[in-house]
């Protein structure tokens, strides 16, 4: 008994200190009148423990737990009666620390285990079992890590007191998106929307409506040369140029529009939001297959400037450069923005000692004025201009060696000019928010280029046309911080002014032989089109899960075909005359009622799922083409869009995953059609139904590594379809322009000493060039990659590759009787060094 007594007083006076931690700087040092070797493997260091200098033939009674938090974490008190010393050591399970106690039994009064689940932030649960008679568990288990501290003997009993694992943050995974006219998570949003961030657009250095669409489901470019930008949305294209875009493009709220006038660099942009389907009720441009709203950087209240400069293969200069600040403290403030760009072409005219015939140059310029009298009004003015002056577009005959020509023709060019003016005044209290958006922008495209593909002087083509567009947008919706009734109501203006100034062939010296005289064989028009349009949307939160929306827009367009004109210029001087029918004054006008109804359940914060129904519209309009009277109009075209899509983030938003699926039956689909010389100047109409889906994920498991995929699935096919003008049965046939299926997957690590790695795929599935379905690209993916250095915040250095296994992609392809196919490829492996500074 008294040697008992002497062994409790010997514990009680001894200081036991185990300082546990990760097993990677596993220590564990022990206060002693004993002197312990230090552990050299992290088997040694777990199987250290404090231990009696002489064993007790009865265990520790631990008669109570306490849990109190601290500045770091918690401390964790095992009362014991008298104070009796507990033995003890540790092991690490996962995130849990795990104290074995080989000497003790639970006397609790809430009985033998003892748990409580998150007594402090950054700790998942405390548990105290018993895995045998005498010996007691107590697990502790970290929400990010190990939980790390000491172990020591106190006068209570033993006290663990630990530190919460200290884990590097991850940014809130949250994106916020103005897709509906209001700022809003992108998870909260009842649309099928691919929004790309600013960060993303530096890291994956995108620049155009291009790049935008290789890092969006189902939204495809080809444009193998600035002059004409084909692409489509959810299957519907803008392969009839001929009639308004099934997209609205908005930079900065002002509409960028037509087939010629979209092969322009965006530098300095912000973020973009790519919207599918219908978009008619909260936009001032209707859409019916969709809308790409880019948004540039604005001015700020601090000075701000930031460049890039890349060179690259094929002597690529790229040089882009943006500078703002305030002009008057707090009140007003300015940004100017733009790049410059040349380069070689990817074609070579072998017949012409290996000219190069689609080399690009050109550049962007933006200012930006932010007037800011008062908390409640905003006041916007921009100003932008475009001026390229490129080689031709380079056509070549399908099925000869890509990137090469043998053609005579040397004075081929294609050059693109348009400027930009808009002003923006907003207004807010708490009561309600007013938008006038007053925009003009006037775009010019001229080209030249072969048109016989061969090495004799027959034809080449002509093209000009202009095009300046006026437009008026008045908006007046609820606040920002309207919760359970949202409401807006808009209206729209828009004059357009669209001249053909010329369109046709240029006949050459060699043309005789086909029985032409040399000169220039040209049609021009001029069409005038006015549209009015008043839309509304309404949302109304009916319990905190269910929210139903419903909106209206009437639209009227009223289209005018004027001076209509098939004019002969000889070669030799001569008087021209006129050498085809002419038109004047033919019109015609449509309106159309376009509801949208959209019903949205909320299971969970962060599980939201939505069915929506929503027609579409593309107005009738004028055929500046036409070359007989039978061609001069076409109806209108509709649709309905009916989608069913589910939205679910995780882990506070580092996991995002959204999923839609719709279906789209359409009445009246403008059909472009080529004549017999296989230039599109017919239009018909036609029933088609499109299905089809979009799946995109995006994770970042931990801070530095983000994934983003995204996969587009469509079938898109013409009902009941035979082409007037042939007699041919297209039914069954695909939309020209329409991917079966798109993908984009890109994988980025930014580590914490500078170094940023990324590789994207991206690819598409089989894709006609023709409505006949006779020119077909097969499935292709694209492989792209990055690396760079970046020294700090502002300074960094780039390698950078596209398409870097240099697949072969057709990027056009149409039927020219009498000279073969014409066809044009994507670009072709391109590589070179960027650096970037910010300050």
């Given at each position: 008994?008294?040697q008992?007594?002497?062994?409790?007083?010997?514990?009680?006076?001894?200081?036991?200190s185990v300082?546990?931690?990760?097993?990677?700087?596993?220590?564990?040092v022990?206060?002693s009148?004993e002197?312990?070797?230090?552990a050299s493997?992290i088997?040694e260091?777990?199987?250290?423990?404090?231990?009696?200098?002489?064993?007790?033939p009865f265990?520790?009674?631990?008669?109570?737990?306490?849990?109190?938090?601290t500045?770091?974490?918690?401390e964790?008190i095992?009362e014991?009666?008298?104070g009796d010393?507990?033995?003890s050591?540790t092991?690490?399970?996962g995130?849990?620390?795990?104290?074995?106690?080989s000497?003790?039994q639970?006397?609790l009064p809430?009985?033998?285990?003892?748990?409580q689940?998150?007594?402090v932030e950054?700790i998942?649960?405390?548990?105290?079992?018993?895995?045998?008679a005498n010996?007691?568990?107590?697990?502790?288990?970290?929400v990010e890590g190990?939980?790390t501290?000491?172990v020591?003997?106190?006068q209570?009993?033993?006290?663990?007191?630990l530190?919460t694992?200290?884990v590097?943050?991850?940014?809130?995974f949250?994106?916020?998106v103005?897709a509906?006219?209001?700022?809003?998570?992108?998870?909260?949003v009842?649309?099928?929307?691919?929004?790309?961030?600013?960060?993303?657009?530096?890291?994956?250095?995108?620049?155009?409506?291009?790049?935008?669409a290789?890092?969006?489901?189902?939204?495809?470019t080809?444009s193998?040369?600035?002059?004409?930008v084909?692409y489509?949305v959810r299957g519907?294209?803008?392969?009839?140029f001929?009639?308004?875009?099934?997209v609205?493009?908005?930079?900065?709220?002002v509409p960028y529009d037509?087939?010629?006038?979209?092969?322009?660099?965006?530098p300095d942009?912000?973020?973009?939001e790519v919207?599918r389907g219908?978009?008619?009720?909260?936009?001032?441009?209707n859409?019916?297959?969709g809308?790409?709203?880019?948004i540039?950087?604005?001015?700020t209240?601090?000075?701000?400037?930031?460049n890039?400069?890349?060179?690259?293969n094929f002597d690529?200069?790229?040089?882009?450069?943006?500078?703002?600040?305030?002009?008057v403290a707090d009140?007003?403030?300015?940004?100017?923005s733009?790049?410059?760009?040349t380069?070689?072409?990817?074609t070579e005219?072998?017949f012409?000692?290996d000219?190069?015939?689609d080399?690009q140059s050109g550049?962007?310029?933006r200012?930006?004025l932010l007037?800011t009298p008062?908390?409640?009004w905003?006041?916007s003015l921009n100003?932008?201009f475009d001026?390229?002056?490129?080689?031709?577009?380079?056509?070549?005959?399908?099925g000869t060696?890509?990137?090469?020509v043998e053609?005579d023709?040397d004075?081929?060019?294609?050059?693109?000019?348009?400027?930009?003016q808009?002003?923006r005044i907003?207004?807010?209290?708490?009561?309600?928010?007013?938008?006038?958006?007053?925009?003009r922008r006037?775009?010019?495209?001229?080209?030249e280029?072969?048109?016989?593909?061969?090495t004799s002087d027959?034809?080449?083509q002509v093209?000009?046309?202009?095009?300046?567009?006026f437009t008026?947008e008045?908006r007046l919706?609820?606040p920002?911080?309207?919760?359970r009734?949202q409401?807006?109501l808009?209206?729209y203006?828009?004059?357009?002014?669209?001249n053909?100034?010329?369109?046709?062939?240029?006949?050459g010296?060699d043309s005789?032989?086909f029985g032409f005289?040399?000169?220039l064989?040209?049609?021009?028009?001029?069409?005038d089109e006015?549209?009015?349009?008043?839309?509304?949307?309404?949302?109304?939160?009916?319990?905190?899960?269910l929210?139903?929306?419903?909106?209206l827009?009437?639209?009227?367009?009223?289209?005018?075909?004027?001076?209509?004109?098939?004019t002969?210029?000889?070669?030799?001087g001569?008087?021209?005359?006129?050498?085809?029918?002419s038109?004047?004054?033919?019109e015609?006008e449509?309106d159309?009622?376009?509801?949208?109804?959209i019903?949205?359940?909320?299971?969970s914060p962060?599980?939201l799922?939505y069915?929506?129904?929503?027609?579409?519209?593309?107005?009738?309009?004028?055929n500046f083409?036409?070359?007989?009277?039978?061609l001069?109009?076409f109806?209108?075209?509709?649709?309905?869009n009916?989608?069913?899509g589910?939205k679910?983030s995780w882990?506070?938003?580092?996991?995002?995953?959204?999923?839609?699926?719709?279906?789209?039956p359409?009445?009246?689909?403008?059909?472009a059609l080529p004549?017999?010389?296989?230039?599109?100047?017919?239009?018909a109409?036609?029933?088609?139904?499109?299905t089809?889906?979009?799946a995109?994920?995006r994770?970042?498991p931990?801070?530095?590594?983000d994934?983003?995929?995204?996969?587009g699935f469509?079938?898109?096919?013409?009902?009941d379809?035979i082409?007037?003008?042939?007699?041919?049965d297209?039914?069954?046939?695909?939309l020209?322009?329409?991917p079966?299926?798109t993908?984009?997957?890109?994988i980025?690590y930014r580590?914490?000493i500078?170094?940023?790695?990324r590789?994207e795929?991206?690819?598409m599935g089989?894709?006609?060039?023709?409505?006949?379905?006779e020119?077909?690209?097969g499935?292709?993916a694209?492989?792209?990659a990055?690396?760079g250095?970046?020294?700090?915040?502002?300074?960094?250095i780039?390698?950078?590759?596209?398409n870097?296994?240099d697949?072969?992609?057709?990027?056009?392809a149409?039927?020219?009787?009498?000279f073969?196919?014409?066809?044009?490829?994507?670009?072709p492996?391109?590589y070179?060094?960027?650096?970037?500074?910010r300050?």
């Amino acid at each position: 008994m008294k040697q008992q007594k002497l062994s409790n007083w010997m514990y009680s006076s001894l200081a036991i200190s185990v300082f546990v931690a990760l097993p990677a700087k596993a220590d564990l040092v022990q206060e002693s009148n004993e002197i312990y070797s230090p552990a050299s493997s992290i088997e040694e260091w777990l199987s250290q423990s404090p231990t009696n200098n002489s064993e007790s033939p009865f265990p520790v009674q631990i008669i109570g737990v306490q849990l109190n938090s601290t500045a770091d974490g918690i401390e964790i008190i095992l009362e014991t009666a008298g104070g009796d010393v507990l033995e003890s050591s540790t092991s690490i399970e996962g995130n849990s620390l795990i104290v074995n106690i080989s000497n003790a039994q639970l006397q609790l009064p809430e009985g033998e285990e003892f748990r409580q689940e998150n007594p402090v932030e950054g700790i998942t649960s405390v548990i105290l079992n018993t895995p045998d008679a005498n010996s007691v568990q107590v697990i502790v288990t970290g929400v990010e890590g190990i939980p790390t501290g000491e172990v020591f003997q106190s006068q209570q009993g033993l006290t663990i007191s630990l530190s919460t694992p200290k884990v590097e943050e991850i940014e809130e995974f949250e994106i916020i998106v103005t897709a509906e006219k209001q700022p809003e998570s992108l998870q909260d949003v009842p649309i099928s929307v691919t929004a790309i961030t600013q960060q993303e657009i530096e890291d994956s250095d995108i620049t155009s409506f291009s790049d935008i669409a290789g890092n969006t489901p189902n939204f495809s470019t080809f444009s193998p040369s600035r002059n004409f930008v084909f692409y489509s949305v959810r299957g519907l294209s803008n392969f009839n140029f001929i009639n308004r875009d099934p997209v609205a493009f908005f930079v900065d709220d002002v509409p960028y529009d037509y087939i010629g006038f979209l092969g322009i660099d965006l530098p300095d942009i912000e973020r973009v939001e790519v919207l599918r389907g219908p978009q008619s009720t909260l936009y001032g441009r209707n859409a019916q297959a969709g809308v790409v709203n880019i948004i540039t950087r604005k001015p700020t209240n601090n000075f701000e400037f930031n460049n890039s400069v890349s060179y690259g293969n094929f002597d690529d200069l790229d040089v882009r450069a943006g500078i703002g600040g305030p002009l008057v403290a707090d009140k007003l403030f300015f940004r100017l923005s733009g790049n410059f760009e040349t380069r070689d072409g990817y074609t070579e005219n072998i017949f012409l000692d290996d000219e190069d015939i689609d080399f690009q140059s050109g550049g962007t310029g933006r200012v930006q004025l932010l007037w800011t009298p008062s908390e409640a009004w905003e006041i916007s003015l921009n100003g932008s201009f475009d001026d390229y002056r490129d080689g031709p577009p380079p056509f070549d005959d399908l099925g000869t060696e890509v990137f090469e020509v043998e053609q005579d023709f040397d004075d081929g060019f294609n050059n693109l000019n348009s400027n930009t003016q808009s002003l923006r005044i907003s207004y807010k209290n708490p009561d309600v928010r007013f938008t006038s958006i007053t925009a003009r922008r006037f775009s010019d495209q001229e080209f030249e280029a072969e048109a016989d593909l061969s090495t004799s002087d027959f034809f080449t083509q002509v093209f000009a046309v202009d095009s300046t567009v006026f437009t008026q947008e008045i908006r007046l919706q609820s606040p920002e911080e309207a919760e359970r009734f949202q409401w807006l109501l808009g209206g729209y203006f828009e004059s357009r002014d669209f001249n053909l100034g010329s369109n046709g062939f240029r006949n050459g010296a060699d043309s005789v032989a086909f029985g032409f005289t040399p000169g220039l064989s040209q049609r021009s028009s001029e069409v005038d089109e006015t549209t009015f349009a008043g839309f509304a949307q309404a949302s109304y939160q009916v319990t905190k899960a269910l929210t139903l929306t419903a909106g209206l827009r009437y639209e009227n367009v009223d289209s005018t075909l004027n001076d209509s004109e098939s004019t002969f210029f000889p070669a030799d001087g001569s008087p021209s005359f006129a050498n085809g029918e002419s038109f004047d004054d033919i019109e015609q006008e449509g309106d159309e009622l376009l509801p949208r109804f959209i019903l949205e359940y909320r299971f969970s914060p962060n599980i939201l799922m939505y069915g929506s129904a929503s027609r579409g519209y593309r107005p009738p309009g004028v055929n500046f083409n036409a070359s007989s009277e039978d061609l001069l109009t076409f109806e209108e075209e509709t649709s309905w869009n009916f989608e069913v899509g589910f939205k679910s983030s995780w882990l506070e938003n580092r996991i995002t995953t959204n999923l839609s699926i719709f279906h789209n039956p359409i009445d009246n689909y403008q059909v472009a059609l080529p004549d017999e010389t296989g230039f599109f100047q017919e239009v018909a109409n036609a029933d088609v139904v499109i299905t089809g889906l979009e799946a995109e994920v995006r994770a970042t498991p931990f801070k530095g590594l983000d994934i983003i995929a995204g996969f587009g699935f469509v079938d898109a096919e013409f009902k009941d379809f035979i082409n007037p003008f042939t007699g041919d049965d297209f039914d069954g046939n695909t939309l020209a322009y329409s991917p079966d299926f798109t993908y984009n997957l890109a994988i980025q690590y930014r580590a914490p000493i500078g170094i940023l790695v990324r590789v994207e795929l991206q690819g598409m599935g089989t894709t006609f060039f023709d409505d006949a379905n006779e020119f077909e690209q097969g499935p292709f993916a694209l492989l792209n990659a990055r690396i760079g250095y970046e020294f700090t915040d502002n300074y960094g250095i780039y390698l950078f590759g596209n398409n870097i296994t240099d697949v072969e992609h057709l990027a056009s392809a149409a039927a020219f009787p009498g000279f073969g196919t014409f066809a044009t490829f994507g670009p072709p492996a391109t590589y070179g060094v960027q650096v970037r500074t910010r300050f």
